[in-house]
């Protein structure tokens, strides 16, 4: 089980990434939507561990009502090199989002078990993934379908703990124009 801390988005940019999702199934590629068995939201994850206490969550929460979230440019369709492929939109960096990504990472610093590596800052490649766990076959098929890709404006709608193994959700922080 880990505990990622994820950014969701507001309706206009959940409902985009939700057709990208259907446009996968309608080209045969399982969309991250249909391979969970949890109800799963759009979201950009900031970081993962094994466990965030309570008290750090709450520091957390304290830090992210302060930062000035930035508007999400989800632009560039992309897959990671690894084994287990998936297919994901990539959102823009910039120095507002890499500044509320550190400031993210001060509040976890030696306050979380098992911090993943993958998010950490010179790490972290922030998106929003579209499939996982298919082959190479529906990673092109899923290429083909989406492309070329319109970029998606996406505001920050609400901010969380989630569970990953029960999709349980410990809000921090919820803006207006929530999904």
């Not at 446009?23 to 950009?44: D, I, K, N, Y």
């Not at 969380?160 to 124009?177: C, F, M, N, S």
Request: charged share 20%; proline share 6%; hydrophobic share 45%.
């Amino acid at each position: 089980m880990a505990q990622a801390l994820e950014f969701s988005f507001d309706g206009e940019a959940d409902s985009s990434v939700r057709w990208l999702w259907r446009r996968l199934e309608r080209a045969g590629v399982p969309s991250l939507h249909t391979r969970t068995h949890r109800q799963h939201r759009p979201h950009v994850t900031f970081a993962m561990a094994g466990g965030i206490p309570a008290n750090t969550r709450k520091a957390l929460a304290g830090e992210l009502d302060l930062l000035a979230l930035p508007t999400l440019w989800l632009y560039t369709l992309g897959t990671f090199p690894t084994t287990d492929n998936e297919l994901v939109i990539t959102a823009v960096v910039d120095a507002e989002l890499l500044a509320v990504h550190s400031a993210i990472h001060d509040v976890l610093a030696k306050k979380t078990k098992n911090p993943s590596a993958y998010y950490m800052p010179g790490a972290w490649v922030p998106h929003c993934t579209l499939a996982q766990e298919i082959d190479n076959a529906q990673v092109a098929s899923g290429f083909a379908a989406l492309h070329p890709i319109k970029p998606i404006k996406a505001s920050v709608a609400e901010i969380g703990i989630t569970d990953t193994a029960t999709g349980e959700i410990d809000v921090l922080l919820a803006r207006q124009g929530r999904v």
